[in-house]
């Protein structure tokens, strides 16, 4: 056969459906060349949704979901004077 198969990780006892529903529905209504906003897709998922994750779980969890997509993202931080862009095919490359 020659692949090898990838065993998915095992999601915590605390993940919320209907925060991971939100992060693909919003993924997947993205422009594929737009990096996605990180920090600031958390936040708003955060206020429309409601759950018991942290924005830091929450975060976590759109990094894998544009990850498998191969999304470029950004690392908008609060605070942060200039944004931090990560695609996913230069961070391969490196």
């Known amino acids: 056969m020659g692949r090898e198969e990838k065993a998915m990780r095992e999601l915590p006892k ?5 925060v991971v529903i939100e992060i693909s ?3 997947d209504d993205r422009a594929k060349s737009a990096p ?3 920090h ?3 936040s708003m998922i955060s206020n429309s949704v409601e759950t018991d994750l942290p924005t830091a779980s929450i975060e976590e969890l759109i990094v894998e979901m544009a990850m498998t ?3 470029p993202m950004l690392f908008d931080l ?5 944004d931090n862009v990560i695609s996913i095919a230069l961070a391969r490359a490196t």
């Not at 609060?78 to 200039?82: C, L």
């Open 14 to 18: 605390s993940i919320d459906a209907d």
């Open 25 to 27: 529905r919003l993924l």
């Open 36 to 38: 996605v906003p990180v």
């Open 40 to 42: 600031k897709l958390a």
């Open 69 to 71: 997509r191969q999304l």
């Open 78 to 82: 609060p605070g942060a004077d200039t």
